[in-house]
T-cell receptor, first 114, second 113 residues
Framework: AQSVTQLDSQVPVFEEAPVELRCNYS??????LFWYVQYPNQGLQLLLK??????LVKGINGFEAEFNKSQTSFHLRKPSVHISDTAEYFC????????????FGTGTQLKVEL | KAGVTQTPRYLIKTRGQQVTLSCSPI?????VSWYQQTPGQGLQFLFE???????NKGNFPGRFSGRQFSNSRSEMNVSTLELGDSALYLC????????????FGQGTRLTVV
């Protein structure tokens, strides 16, 4: 079984400041990792994914994440946030050869303030 | 290319009733998964269908069921609705059966009164 921990339920940050959203996972098998964003009353949109290769992954909207296998982490970063980044962010994993079943963290609400 | 379409967007039902939600995946996608999102439990996996067969199932009671048709469209059904079934139900489609990007619909907001 897999589990995902997002330690910060809310992260307030000023516009143009950098931000890091933390994600740790636990799994007895190898996994693929994802970050999704959800705007109010919307579905989920994929920001980025790690399947293999370089541990630094770049995604849409200027976001990037680094996979750290030894620390079982996949933290999301953006060097300069914008008001429009205000949303809820979910970290998720899929077990390799486990079909398409996503296990999600509890989410981090990013609030960007002027 | 059209995205994942879920109908209806909003639904209000009474306790004890049943409800059917529909999901049309992206054209060519053969895997459809369903998730329940609530403030208390977050995003929880319900089940996944691939080529009309249920491949994975989450830890939900038998009142929750689903099916997939030959054109990959999927429906989920909840019988004997309870207040706690109030949630946003999200459908996701994927191209194939293993570890590929999931594209989500906008969801169906179900309110049970």
């Amino acid at each position: 079984a897999q589990s995902v921990t997002q330690l910060d339920s809310q992260v307030p940050v000023f516009e143009e400041a950098p931000v890091e959203l933390r994600c740790n996972y636990s799994s007895s098998v190898s996994v693929y990792l994802f970050w999704y964003v959800q705007y109010p009353n919307q579905g989920l949109q994929l920001l980025l994914k790690y399947l293999s290769g370089s541990t630094l992954v770049k995604g849409i909207n200027g976001f990037e994440a680094e996979f750290n296998k030894s620390q079982t982490s996949f933290h999301l970063r953006k060097p300069s946030v914008h008001i429009s980044d205000t949303a809820e962010y979910f970290c998720a994993v899929i077990a390799m050869r486990g079909g398409n079943k996503l296990t999600f963290g509890t989410g981090t609400q990013l609030k960007v303030e002027l | 290319k059209a995205g994942v379409t879920q109908t209806p967007r909003y639904l209000i039902k009474t306790r004890g009733q049943q409800v059917t939600l529909s999901c049309s995946p992206i054209s060519g996608h053969r895997s459809v998964s369903w998730y329940q999102q609530t403030p208390g439990q977050g995003l929880q996996f319900l089940f996944e269908y691939f080529s009309e067969t249920q491949r994975n199932k989450g830890n939900f009671p038998g009142r929750f069921s689903g099916r997939q048709f030959s054109n990959s469209r999927s429906e989920m059904n909840v019988s004997t609705l309870e207040l706690g079934d109030s949630a946003l139900y999200l459908c996701a489609s994927s191209l194939v059966s293993e570890n590929t990007e999931a594209f989500f619909g906008q969801g169906t907001r179900l309110t049970v009164v």
